[in-house]
C-alpha cells in the first residue's frame, strides 16, 4: 500500500500551509483584538482583509470535489473553485484546522460548504444564482435549520416543524435551534427541514426549502452558548417561525426529498469536521509538548516525569492512527462515492472529536490553570471539539450502524445455530 502523497495533494496542502503561516498566524493576536473591540456580532476587518488576500491568491472554494459538477437539477452553472477530491481537500483542511478562523479565509467554512454543496446538487438555475453565487464569492453567509428543542433530533424524523402549501407559497411555522451561523450580520439564506406531508411514509414527509432571515415571521430569539463560549460572530441561534411565508419555487427538488437532500449533504459535512479536528489535535500535542519542555516541578522538567511521556506518545499514536482512517475515508468517497463509504464515515465521526479531545483535556491539564483560561486556545477548542459528538448525528447513532454493520456480518451464523437447533453457549 502507497502512502505516498502525488503531486497535487502536495501543492495545495503545502500553498495553504505557506499562506497559514504568512498571512493568519501572523494576525492572529490582531484578530483578536479586533473581536475583543468591536461589537461582538460584527464581521471582524481583519479576517474580511485575509480572505480577500485568500482569494487573489487562488486560494478558494476547495472543497466542492469533481463529481459534484453534474447536479441533479441544473448543468448549466459552473461551481467556482478548485474542485479538490475529498482526500485532496482532507489535507487542506487539516492544516486549515489548526486555526480556527482559517477555514472562513478560504470560503470553506461550516454550515457554507454543505449549504453550497446542496445548492450546486439540488437546486435550480435561479436558486443558484440568488444564494450559491453570493456564498461561492464569499459575499454572505448562511444558516443550516435542521434540530429542534422540543424532540430528540438525533432521530430527524421526529421533527416537527410544518412547511404547508397555500396557493404560490409554503407557509412555514415551527421553533429551530442549534442554528449555526445566524449570528453573523452576512448570514441571508438558510436551507430549512421541516415536514410537508404528515402521512406520508416516514422517510418521506420531509423537505427541504430556502428561508431568507429577513422573511417576516423569523426571528432569532437568542443565541446559544458553548461552554459559556458564544462563539461571536458566527453563533448558534435558536429561531422562531411564525407564518413564515416564502415562495413554492424555493422547495428544494420537490415534496417528501429531504432525506435525500440531507445524506447528500451530511457526508460530506461529517468527515469535513474530523478533517479540521485533525488539525486541532496536532495544535494541542504541539502546545502541550512545549509547555512540558519549558516547566520545571519537583526538580527535573515535567516533560521527564513518565506520565507524561505516556500521555505524549499516545497523542502522537492516536492522531496518526486518525488520520489515517480519515484518510482512507475520504479515498473511498472519491472512487466508490458517499454512500460505500458510509460505514468509515461513520467510524471517523466518532474516533476524530474522541482522540481529540482527549489530547486537548491533556494539554490543558498540562498547562495547569493557564490551560482553563483565555490566555490559551485549549478551553475554547475543548468546547467546540466536544460540540461534534453532537454535531451531524451523536456518536450513539454512528455507533449503532457501525454495530449493526458488524452484526450483520454474523447473520448467517446466528440463522445456521438457529436451524441446527444449536442454541447453547457457543465454544
Known sequence: MDFTLNARETHFRDRVKAFMDAEIRPREAEYRAAAAAGERWSVNPVLEDVKARAKAAGLWNFFMPPQSGRPHVDDSFVFEGEQLTNLEYALCAEEMG???????????????????????????????????????????????????????????????????????????????????GAGDPRCKIAILMGKTDFGAAKHAQQSMILVPLDTPGVTIERMLSVFGYDHAPHGHAEIVLRDVRVPAENLLLGEGRGFEIAQGRLGPGRIHHCMRTIGVAEEAIGAMAKRLVSRVAFGKRI????????????????????????????????????????LEIAMIKVQAPAMALQILDDAIQAHGGAGVSDDFDLAHNWGSVRTLRLADGPDEVHARAIARAEFGKYAAFEADRASSGDLGVSR
Open 303 to 342: 516533560a521527564d516525569h513518565s506520565i507524561w511521556e505516556q500521555r505524549i506518545a499516545r497523542a502522537r499514536i492516536d492522531i496518526e492512527m486518525t488520520r489515517l482512517l480519515c484518510l482512507k475515508a475520504a479515498d473511498m468517497m472519491d472512487k466508490a462515492g458517499n454512500k460505500a463509504a458510509q
Open 98 to 180: 489548526r486555526v480556527g478562523w482559517a477555514s472562513e479565509v478560504f470560503n470553506c467554512s461550516a454550515p457554507d460548504t454543505g449549504n453550497m454543496e446542496v445548492l450546486h446538487r439540488y437546486g435550480t438555475r435561479a436558486q443558484k444564482d440568488a444564494w450559491l453565487a453570493p456564498l461561492m464569492r464569499g459575499e454572505i453567509r448562511s444558516a443550516f435549520l435542521m434540530t429542534e428543542p422540543a424532540v430528540a433530533s438525533s432521530d430527524a424524523t421526529n421533527i416537527e416543524t410544518r412547511i404547508e402549501r397555500d396557493g404560490d407559497h409554503y407557509v412555514i411555522n415551527g421553533r429551530k435551534w442549534w442554528s449555526s
